[in-house]
DNA sequence: TTTAGAAATGTTTACGTTTACATTTGAGAT
DNA sequence: ATCTCAAATGTAAACGTAAACATTTCTAAA
């Protein structure tokens, strides 16, 4: 209810000076600000954002467009990065994309209009490359998170292919060699692993089941076909479909065979499965500090592209049976 | 960049034209309406939702506060809450309460800075008590979901008591008879299910441990003092450690024991644990259109508070050893 | 004292809309 | 043609703040 004004008038200044008091501008007397923030408080003042952020062209605003949030990994990288801008005086918003053909542009869009300095998002395809070139014309920052489809923008990316390598690392440490690859996602990585250590992985143990509507068939097929001593299933579906496709064929870990995730979601330390983990809070952290950098520092000299490494986190699917206990 | 001057400049009319034309004004020519909307597409302008927030003082900025994101079941929640509300021309933003003592009426002070129109929120505690207050002078509409403490706040609420009551019920229906409640939500919920097949549930088996900052011992404890046919664990945590504990006693479910689980958190349906579900979409959905109604009906006679239903899931961490197919 | 200069405070305009009010335009009746 | 009333459009004043600029007050050296 109260405005500046108001509070200009109970402690006896002028409305700029309330203003300064705020801002602790240091052209205002110490004692002066006091009785100002005095009186702001008797007459329970608080700032318009939304006037001051017309005025000063600041609107304090960011926004983040989400596209699988079934994928738990975002929940906490949210959270931690809320938490983080508002330290810094700024507020989130949050839109997703319901998967429909241009929600994605049309949720940058909305983003637009509510005048936000900056946003981070995780591009689905290219369908939003126009509204990608009128972000860019008005100078509001963009972040791509997780992928990075365009090439001209800064990225903050998770190291997928040193996921991989590791995840497939860890396994032949662990002494397993018939490793399948359920997701199939960078096979380089994982050829990388077996040529480390003088072995070659034969394509037939790559399975492409992401574009599958129910990987299950496939993986379970797969496995029955070539008889893997392990396997790694990237991301949450193929994990779950692999657990079901061991389920049926019953096979135990790590009795029967191996088994681990890529991608430590909720479920997995419940099945005491072996994964792939993100450093949430550092992802966070990054994605905070990197979109405010983008939004403070105005002209931006080249790209910044973050790549941030994942790790493992060993548990008892990928015990071989005859090891009690391994060193590493 | 362009604003609606230069819309009403290139278009030829008035800047109010402008304006009448964007929110599709019957006082104003269809035809030039188009011409409008046509100049605007041009210049590719987008509405300054700041400054019209600012002259309407109806910002279409709705708050969430999250208390504990721990719980999988927000997720959803805040999607399609999201979703309804873009469709009714609002925005949401996202803040979190980090557990710190006055985080959450931090949090509801900086919403109040960003003039939204309505806040929900899960209160945690009375500590936010002065704060309900200014947003009440301020007409600022609160809606408490999950949780009601404030009895003179509106409210969205999950029947926990019908939740329990039902998850009760149906570990009777199978067939269990000394059921362990850990969690010790709702005993009189518990108790009526008990008592309505004239049986009597003994105090024994209800186990506080919200309180432990690990549950675990507790659980163990317990379980091995009263020997339970079956386990009823409240919420994520409780159940994660009656998994836990009960693997610590070598005991199976279904075979040696049943589990049920309250809230079918991500790894519920991993573990085949039958659990009680809450209909999402219904409370994303009453939630959204719950706020939208206190913002629009300026005068809320009385306060609404929905109550929402939840349902079981059976699976098979309750089908008893000796029945193969139970038919209902 | 005077006075320069810094420090503190005040005045005013503008941010991009919305909206009450004023004005113009048009259609149909006389 | 003239008039009336509605429809269409224009004018101008806010909304609450930030910030450039103007003014006043203080400090301390001359």
């Given at each position: 209810m109260a405005n500046s004004r108001d509070v200009a008038q109970r402690a006896g200044v002028s409305i700029a000076s309330v203003s300064r008091a705020f801002h602790n501008d240091p052209k205002i007397k110490p004692t002066t600000a006091q009785r100002i923030l005095e009186a702001a408080r008797e007459l329970n003042y608080v700032p318009n954002l939304v006037a001051s952020g017309l005025k000063s062209?600041?609107?304090?605003g960011i926004g983040i467009v989400i596209s699988?949030?079934?994928?738990?990994?975002y929940i906490p990288v949210i959270k931690h990065m809320e938490l983080a801008l508002r330290k810094q005086g700024y507020r989130l918003i949050i839109m997703f994309d319901?998967?429909?053909?241009?929600s994605e542009s049309e949720a940058l869009l909305q983003m637009m209009a509510n005048q936000v300095e900056g946003v981070l998002f995780t591009p689905k395809d290219t369908r939003s490359k126009e509204m990608v070139g009128r972000y860019r014309e008005k100078q509001i920052r963009l972040l791509q998170l997780y992928?990075?489809?365009?090439?001209?923008l800064d990225a903050l990316q998770v190291d997928d292919d040193y996921g991989v390598y590791i995840a497939t690392r860890h396994l032949l440490q662990m002494?397993?060699?018939?490793?399948?690859?359920?997701?199939?996602?960078?096979p380089s990585a994982f050829q990388r692993a077996f040529a480390e250590i003088g072995l070659d992985a034969d394509p037939?143990?790559?399975?492409?089941?992401?574009?599958?509507?129910?990987?299950f068939p496939l993986i379970k097929e797969r496995i029955a076909a070539v008889k893997p001593d392990a396997v790694l299933a990237i991301a949450d579906r193929n994990g779950r479909a692999t657990i079901q496709a061991l389920g049926n064929l019953s096979l135990r870990y790590p009795q029967d065979i191996g088994f681990m995730m890529y991608d430590d979601v909720a479920w997995v330390s419940m099945l005491n499965v072996t994964a792939i983990a993100h450093p949430i809070e550092v992802i966070a952290d990054t994605a905070a500090h990197r979109i405010l950098q983008l939004i403070s520092c105005g002209q931006q000299h080249g790209l910044v592209t973050a790549s941030i490494k994942p790790y493992v986190v060993p548990r008892g699917s990928t015990q071989r049976p005859g090891d009690d206990a391994e060193g590493c």
């Amino acid at each position: 209810m109260a405005n500046s004004r108001d509070v200009a008038q109970r402690a006896g200044v002028s409305i700029a000076s309330v203003s300064r008091a705020f801002h602790n501008d240091p052209k205002i007397k110490p004692t002066t600000a006091q009785r100002i923030l005095e009186a702001a408080r008797e007459l329970n003042y608080v700032p318009n954002l939304v006037a001051s952020g017309l005025k000063s062209r600041q609107s304090k605003g960011i926004g983040i467009v989400i596209s699988d949030i079934e994928n738990p990994f975002y929940i906490p990288v949210i959270k931690h990065m809320e938490l983080a801008l508002r330290k810094q005086g700024y507020r989130l918003i949050i839109m997703f994309d319901d998967g429909e053909p241009n929600s994605e542009s049309e949720a940058l869009l909305q983003m637009m209009a509510n005048q936000v300095e900056g946003v981070l998002f995780t591009p689905k395809d290219t369908r939003s490359k126009e509204m990608v070139g009128r972000y860019r014309e008005k100078q509001i920052r963009l972040l791509q998170l997780y992928t990075a489809p365009y090439e001209d923008l800064d990225a903050l990316q998770v190291d997928d292919d040193y996921g991989v390598y590791i995840a497939t690392r860890h396994l032949l440490q662990m002494g397993y060699r018939r490793i399948l690859n359920v997701g199939s996602s960078a096979p380089s990585a994982f050829q990388r692993a077996f040529a480390e250590i003088g072995l070659d992985a034969d394509p037939a143990f790559l399975v492409r089941a992401f574009d599958e509507s129910d990987p299950f068939p496939l993986i379970k097929e797969r496995i029955a076909a070539v008889k893997p001593d392990a396997v790694l299933a990237i991301a949450d579906r193929n994990g779950r479909a692999t657990i079901q496709a061991l389920g049926n064929l019953s096979l135990r870990y790590p009795q029967d065979i191996g088994f681990m995730m890529y991608d430590d979601v909720a479920w997995v330390s419940m099945l005491n499965v072996t994964a792939i983990a993100h450093p949430i809070e550092v992802i966070a952290d990054t994605a905070a500090h990197r979109i405010l950098q983008l939004i403070s520092c105005g002209q931006q000299h080249g790209l910044v592209t973050a790549s941030i490494k994942p790790y493992v986190v060993p548990r008892g699917s990928t015990q071989r049976p005859g090891d009690d206990a391994e060193g590493c």
